[in-house]
């Protein structure tokens, strides 16, 4: 594969991930890790940074 496609396809399941973070703050669910609850604000952030990854990767 080349660089081309390898950043593509990370682009896109990062985007994916961004959409689902941001679906589960609109929702207002809780992320439980290993036992700890994380609050729907974290999944804010979370939409935030991994949308801007995948923005990121887009542009190369």
Known sequence: MSKAAILKIASVILALASLMHFTNFIMGGVLVIMGVSVPASFSLFAS?????????????
Do not use: A, D, Y
């Open 48 to 60: 935030f940074l991994t949308g801007f990854i995948s923005f990121q990767l887009r542009k190369c």
